[in-house]
Structures are given as structure tokens and as C-alpha cells.
């Protein structure tokens, strides 16, 4: 009755009830895979079936004596040496391997100390676990994610004793953009929900957290430029907004764990409550020659709407430290710029009557350049490349239209532009059973390009928009099936196969369980560490 | 972006920002209701503008001097002063009605107490909130979906005062099996998590909790006339089982909010983990006439099957409290039976060679007799009718399949048996958004058949299955989806209507979330006491 016959869980179902069968109790149902296996799968490993322990109590890291020391190392080293020692391992303490014991982990960066992870931060690194055990980065960013690859090798032997087995790993991100974008806008997310799925980003090696901050449904940004921006346009200005002060929270944890904040202030579309505080901004819609009590995407057409956006923009890039901030401008309908007389006069006087692509391209070319003179760098969703629109050479594009992103990939490349890919990973698109193998299976690479546009797709974003989630539903259906995508942008394209990574996802998915993320199961099946009070 | 044009996902949101545009910020995007609205929506309400004040902090219940004094009605009191004192409003306490305060609600119970809540249990009652309060019932059960219906409707004025509206309810449910079904054995619910979701069906007014408590994949049930079943065939014999006290436990929480707990012990199919620590109870597989390793459903053709089914539902008799228990009897495959050469030697001795559905009958008429002498009544999944098992007048049978459900309830009721649907309420079933409004619309009765065949139907049942839910994501993914069940249960048929009840749902979602059940929202939106943190 769990099932229907007809029904692809239960075939599921079926396959779990035979695996049990054929691998006995108590194993998973999920298939083997070797303890201490890590997510997402580094580019080489070279692994030993010789152990060695780890003394996870009085465990540290140290620099060697010719290592740059670096404040974002120095912090990693107090989380990860808590993490290991909270690893939920019993660790009697027996050293019952004719090897050393490993209690120290010497780390090693030869390039210079870096405080902002940027799209050109290098997160390479090389770990060795044994006699001699080393992790050697040119970067603190490579340090970052070597210190997590090495928190996941521990295991519990059967005799309770904490252990790694002898491994030499070189690793590298497939990918410079591996992100993950989260909606504040269609409902608010509280910052301590922020900052625990920025946690399990670092978890799964992401570094980008692509922030859709504001949207037509609310305005929960706290602008000091325009404060009635929040006041009339959040859900709630006593308790659903991100004051400045929430906002460097949030951008400072980030940091410390090599991830990237990108707002998104996506216009002229989608600001319904922008024009809420900011009275003038939005067009007025007409219904037979009248205003119709309506409003539409930003206007275009007057000075007033870039004073405003110049400002706002002025605001947000002494604020947010990415070199890039998300301009949006996707999805603008045109009806109401059609019903606006005003903006049919304007658009005579300007030799583009009816030609409304037109008008977009004249108001994003402006919020382009203005973002430019301000120095930012941007990111833009693929109609503003759609509708021709002349953008830096430094642009991002991000593909998310599902219907032939194959193509947009192509054409976008063709034209020059470095892209991300998001079109096959909308988290918030549900059905039953394992999805994830779905996300994992798409290859960003899979379109009809030259070597040249390959090498233009710079990474991807698993995207959960906020129409059905909030903080309390929100972590349980990002993970693990972000986690999907994480190992797709980060390891190697041969790394592929969907019953290869099935029971390391479970263990991994088991890993973020014990760690304190609600990370939903994969299918029947528990965990050693399993999720007894989600209070 | 949120939304993809070609989705059905994209006119929702479009819908949600044209509702902001006319209802105007800070209405919620999901239409408007009366505040202090009830869920599911009592039998008849009638309602004035009039408004009294709610001295939430001092507030009490009292019987009247001619009411009977039950335990059951004790302790609900308690709870529901608690819960109504923490209800979250301020309560500047100042009476600027020009009515009388309620400081008391008077309570009478007309009818004998009753300890323990059964399908045949009175669940009406008359509830006046006015001058003269009384909520009036004739059981103590009725009492108890009073109670919660009075809680619902006190409200916070613009002035922060508690009030509620003057109010004469008549009310009882339209069916008198409300169930919910929680699957244990896929993965392991924690003890807290039944409990918590047991409150948040007492907030729904469903009353039967079907507890699906093991199955294939695990036996969590500890047994102590067979402890081998859950040292061999749970997931961890350690933490993830049902030791006799936790199994009290529950049933004596289910008890005091009138929900009775129902367990279900399917077989003979499903069993797989039965048969770790009962060798000899499921069927030896054959392949090329030699014993494969694999073993199948429980072996109808030996005694011994029948010794333990009578010996372990004796024990399951002494300790769940509820008439009926739940036999299973679906999915039973006969691959393995036509394997096995004993059996096949055996049905020839019986003359049934070759008809497996006969071999399946002649093992549930034998499960259903020792039951029915044990003492329970049961319920079976609907293919033990359909393979034409003779069941006992007051058997229950519960429609699953869902591919024509108004077929099988028309057929079963036809036989003349009690019926209780299923079929359009497999939460398990995710779609992206709103598909509690599925759901919601589905009409039990909507079946070829007489009057008397219609009432036969005497409920319907919610069914989570468990392959992809455990503690970190249940109570969000049951809540408020089964809340739409729950009405359609409950409330008259004629209250049906989507967009009527799309406010009302999430009134009672945020009500939910306030008093800490994580019910997840419906679509953009925000709660007054919005869920700040999860943990």
C-alpha cells in the first residue's frame, strides 16, 4: 500500500525490499558504498584500505612553520576542529593501528591571504592522509574546501574508534559558479534560516548564495536611501525585513566559508511592491483612455526612474562586497506599457512605435550602464540577451527557461557572453520519488557549441523560488537534492553515475543530518545518526 | 522569474500579484476572511458582528452544576486554557465593547463519561459565545471538537485585545472515521513526532490515527513474545523501535484528544523484515527447483504461520486499547508461491492447483477468524474483497487504488460492507503547488450507487507513506495538505468551494505555525506569528 503498483515508487519500493534481500540486515537499503566516502567526489583520489586514527578530541590544525597564516584559515580551523570533535564518533581512544595516530593536520598556503571569495578565487587543493599528513593550498579558499573534504573522511570503525584511511587527494572545481538561489521575497526567510543553509552550502562545496532578495510580492530590503521601500513594501517592517546590520551578518558568514553573496534587485519587471514606497516609479495601467488603478514594470520613459535606481544601486554596492549584483529582467509584459499614452507619445518621439523589445532594451541598456559607472559587474537573466541588449564583456547570463536550454546555451556562448545554467534545477518543481537523480543527470555542456562556448559556461545555480516554502519546509527540500547539483558543478563530468553516487548521497545526506540540517531521506532507509527532535 | 510562463505554477503567482494590487499591501496575496474563522468548518454558524471580549490570561472553563465530571474533559480543559492564554495576542486587557467580558466558558456534558474514543463515539456539540457562553454536548468527545472549534475563534482586534464574535454553533461531522495514516516502518518516526502530529490532528478534528507500524523494510513493534522480530528486523534495536511503554504512551496522548489509534499489521505480502527473526514464516523462493535466497509472502500451507499470527495479535490485542485492528492484505505477490514445489504439492492436495488468488482467501479467512476470536474488529485494504474473502458484517474496508475509486466504492458498498476512502488522499503524491485543493475537492459519495450504498461510507483517510519522509521533513509535507482531508471529512458536502476556503486554510496555517506545529504555506504569503525558527 506504500506503493502503486503502477507507479514509478514502487518499482522503488520493490528494488529497496530485494536490495535488503540481497545485502541483509542492517545495511540501507540504498546499496554500499566505503565509510568516509565525500561529497561532491573530489577530481583524484587515491584512497588505501590502511587506516589511520584520528584523536577527533585533541584534534587540531596547525600552519606549517613556512605557511601565509590567514584570519578566514584561522576561523575555519576553530569550526572544522568543533565539527570533528562533534562528530557524534564515541572515540574510545585505542590505538589499535600499527600506524601513528593522526591529532594534528598541518596546512599549508603559498599564495597570499585573501578576505572576499570572488568568481576568480582558486579553491584547489591537495590533502594527504597518513604518515605524513598534509593539506597544501595556494589559497585560503582551497584550505576551506580541503578542511571540509577532510571532515568527511572520518568514520567509526566497528571497535567505536575514529578513523581515515590513507588517501592522497588533488582536487579542483569543475566549475568557477556553483550556486544556489534563495527567494526572501515570496515569503521571508528568517536570517537564522539563511545562515543554516549557507552552513550546509559549505557542507556541499557551493560558493555562490544567488540572494533574490525583493520581488513583487514584497520588499523586505531595508534601503536607508529609500526607507519607504520597506515600510510600505515589506510583508511586516516590525519583524520581515533585513536591517543593514542582518544583511553584513549574513554577507560575514558567508565569507568566512568562501561563499559569495549576490543580491538580485531584478527589474523593471517584478516590482509590484517597489512601487508601494516609491510612488511615480511604476507605470500606470489605462482601461479605455483611464487609469485603471493598476500598475506595471518600472517606467521607462522618465529621468526620475534612473535617479532612483542609480541611487538604490548606490546604496546596495557599499553594502553588498561581491563584485557582481543580479539586474533580473526577466518576464516583462508589455499590456500595461501598451494602455500607458504617455509611453506610446514617448515612444513616437523616439521612432520606436509598437516596437515594446525596444523599450526594454532602452531601459535595461540605461540600468546597465548606470550599474557599470558604479562598478559593479552583473549578472542577467537570458531575455536581456534575448532582446539584444549590448552588455559588458564581462556580463554573466543565466539560462533558466526549461523548455530548450540546450539551445539558449548555444546562442548565448555564440554571442560571447560567459553564462550559468539554472534551467534544469528548479528545486521547488516536486514530484515523487528520487528527482535528484534527474538533476544530477544533466550535463551544463550538452549543447552544439565549439570547444570555445564550452569553455564560456562558467557553473550553474540550483534555484528554490519562494511560492510554497519558508522556514518550515525550506532546508528538508533543499537538501539533499541541492546536493545533486553541488557534486555536478564541482566534480568531474565522468562522475555520473546515478547507482554509483545513490548510497554515498545517503551517507552524505545522513552526514548533514548528524551535523544539525534537516536534510531529507532519499528512500527507505535511516541513519546512524538519525533525526530524532526536529525542535 | 519564480515562475515559468507555461507553468500552472506562473498564474498563481500572477493571480497573487494581482490580489496584492487589489486588495492593497498588507492583506495576505490569498484573498480575505473573517478573522477567528474555524477549520474544518462547523455543520451550522451563526455568526454576528458583535464582538466580546476574551480575558485570555484569567480565562477558564467550568462545568455546570448538572453536568457530568470526566477525566478526559479535565484535561482537555487544561490544555486548551494553556494554548488559549499562550495564544500569542498581547491582551492589553481594556473592555471597550459594551458587552459583558468571557472570562469563563460553561461547559456541559449531558451523557455518561466515556475513557475511551470508538468509531460509534458522539462527537456533536452546541457551542453560544455570547452572554450567556455554554458549550453543550452530550459526550465528553463532543466536548473536546467544541473546545477547539472556541479556540479558534478568538482573534486580536486592531486594538490588540482578544475578542471573539458573538456566535451560535451547531456542529457534528459529517463522517465518523477521520483517519490518518503514518508509516513507521519505511523510515522511523520518533515518539515526539507522533506526538506532535497527534496535536496537530486534534487541531484538524481527525480522530483515527491508522498506524502503519511495520512493514518490508522494518519491524520497529517490539514484541515480547517475540522479541526477534525487532531485534532481527527493525532498523536499529537500539533507538529506532517501539518499546511497549512508548506504544502506551501514545495511545494514552491519542486518547485524551479523542483520536483512537488504529494499528496495522499487513500481511500476507509486505512482511520481508518479518521474517529476519522468525525463520520459517515466509515462503522459501525456488529457482530451477533449489531454494534461491529469496523469500516471499508469509507460507499460508503451514500451521505454524497460523500458531504466530494468533499468538502476536494476542499480544497486539492486550495492548492497543481500539476495537478494530488493520490486516493489510494488499499487494500479495504470487511469484514465489508458484516457485515453491510444497506449496504447489499442497494446493493440489486442496484442490485449488494453480488459483493463487484462492491460496491468498484461504489465508486471510484464516487470519480474519483468529482475529475476529481474539476479539478485534478489522479492517482490510480492498483487495481482500476483491478475491472474494467473506468478512464478518462489521468489517471495514478501505479503498486504495486510485485509478477508479468510484468503481471500488460502489462494488464494496454494493457487498454491503462499511467502506472508508483513501484513494484521492496519498499525500506522498507531489505536484508543484496548491494540490490540497485536489484534495479538498474530491466528493466521497461520488459513486454509482443507492442511498443505503452511500451510507456505508463512513469516512476517509489521509496516507502519508513513508518512503520519503521521516522526523526532518513529515510534519511541513503533512501539514496543511491533510488539513483539506480533514475538512472534506468533517464539514457538510456542501461546503466545497476552493476559492471560499483558500483564506480560511490559511488562517488556520498560521494558526498551526503559532502554536508550533510547522505547517507549511500555501502559496506567498506571511503569517502575523510567522515560523522565525524552526529549531
Known amino acids: 500500500m506504500g506503493c502503486r503498483d503502477f507507479f514509478a515508487v514502487c518499482l522503488l519500493l520493490v528494488g529497496a525490499v530485494h536490495a535488503t534481500g540481497k545485502l541483509g540486515y542492517p545495511a540501507p537499503l540504498l546499496g554500499e558504498t566505503s565509510p568516509g566516502s565525500v561529497w561532491p567526489q573530489p577530481h583524484t583520489v587515491t ?15 596547525e600552519y606549517l612553520q613556512t605557511s601565509q597564516r590567514c584570519h578566514v584559515a584561522d576561523e575555519a580551523f576553530k569550526r572544522y576542529q568543533l565539527l570533528i570533535s562533534r562528530s557524534g564518533i564515541k572515540a574510545k581512544f585505542h590505538d589499535k593501528y600499527s600506524t601513528s595516530v593522526i591529532s594534528v593536520l598541518p596546512v599549508m598556503i603559498t599564495g597570499p ?38 571532515s568527511q573522511m572520518i568514520w567509526e570503525d566497528p571497535s567505536g574508534q575514529a578513523v581515515a584511511n590513507k588517501t592522497h587527494i588533488i582536487d579542483e572545481p569543475r566549475y568557477a559558479h556553483r ?18 543553509n549557507l552552513e550546509a552550502m559549505a557542507y556541499n562545496k557551493f560558493n555562490v548564495f544567488h540572494w533574490h532578495i525583493v520581488d513583487a510580492q514584497s520588499f523586505p530590503y531595508v534601503s536607508t536611501v529609500y526607507p519607504n521601500l520597506h515600510l510600505k513594501g515589506s510583508y511586516s517592517s516590525l519583524n520581515l525585513v533585513y536591517t543593514p546590520e542582518m544583511i553584513a551578518q549574513v554577507i560575514e558568514f558567508a565569507r568566512l566559508r568562501g561563499i559569495r553573496v549576490v543580491p538580485e534587485f531584478d527589474t523593471p519587471g517584478h516590482t ?28 521607462p520613459t522618465v529621468n526620475s526612474s534612473y535617479t532612483f535606481i542609480k541611487n538604490l544601486f548606490t546604496e546596495v554596492r557599499g553594502q553588498f562586497k561581491d563584485k557582481y549584483i543580479h539586474l533580473g529582467g526577466d518576464e516583462v509584459p508589455f499590456d500595461c506599457w501598451k494602455s500607458n499614452p504617455n509611453i506610446t507619445t514617448w515612444m513616437a518621439a523616439h521612432n520606436m512605435s509598437g516596437d515594446y523589445a525596444k523599450l526594454e532594451q532602452v531601459y535595461i541598456q540605461q540600468v546597465i550602464d548606470i550599474t557599470g559607472a558604479i562598478g559593479f559587474s552583473y549578472i542577467v537573466w537570458q531575455e536581456v540577451i534575448d532582446n539584444g541588449v549590448k552588455a559588458k564583456d564581462d556580463t554573466v547570463v543565466e539560462v533558466w527557461i526549461n523548455n530548450h536550454p540546450e539551445v539558449e546555451m548555444a546562442k548565448v556562448t555564440a554571442l560571447g557572453y560567459r553564462t550559468i545554467l539554472a534551467a534544469p534545477w528548479y528545486l521547488e518543481e516536486l514530484t515523487v520519488g528520487e528527482d535528484w537523480k534527474k538533476y544530477y543527470s544533466y550535463e551544463p555542456t550538452n549543447f552544439n557549441g565549439t570547444a570555445q562556448q564550452k569553455a564560456l559556461v562558467i557553473g550553474g545555480e540550483a534555484c528554490l523560488w519562494g511560492e510554497y516554502v519558508d522556514a518550515t519546509n525550506i532546508s528538508p527540500r533543499l537538501w539533499p537534492r541541492a546536493s545533486a547539483v553541488a557534486e555536478r558543478l564541482w ?15 545517503h551517507q552524505h545526506r545522513c552526514r548533514m543530518v548528524q551535523r544539525g540540517i534537516p536534510a531529507e531521506p532519499l528512500h527507505p532507509s535511516y541513519c546512524v545518526f538519525d533525526w530524532m527532535n526536529r525542535k
Chains 1, 2 share one sequence.
Not at 584512497?47 to 590544525?61: E, G
Request: aromatic content about 8%; overall charge negative; some cysteine.
Open 47 to 61: 584512497a588505501s584500505p590502511q587506516l589511520y586514527t584520528i584523536d577527533i578530541q585533541a584534534f587540531r590544525f
Open 113 to 150: 591571504c585573501e578576505d572576499m571569495p570572488s568568481l576568480d578565487m582558486k579553491e584547489g587543493y591537495i590533502l594527504d592522509v597518513g604518515s605524513n599528513p598534509l593539506l597544501n593550498a595556494s589559497s585560503v579558499w582551497g584550505v576551506l574546501r580541503g578542511l571540509e573534504t577532510f
Open 179 to 196: 550556486g544556489l538561489l534563495l527567494d526572501t521575497a515570496r515569503h521571508f526567510l528568517p536570517v537564522n534560516v539563511i545562515l543554516e
Open 272 to 299: 509590484y511592491s517597489w512601487g508601494l514606497g516609491q510612488p511615480g516609479l511604476l507605470t500606470t495601467c489605462y482601461t479605455g483612455g483611464k487609469p485603471n488603478g493598476d500598475v506595471g514594470p518600472i517606467n
Open 491 to 505: 566534480s568531474p563530468e565522468t562522475v555520473n553515475d546515478v547507482d554509483a553516487a545513490t548510497p554515498r548521497l
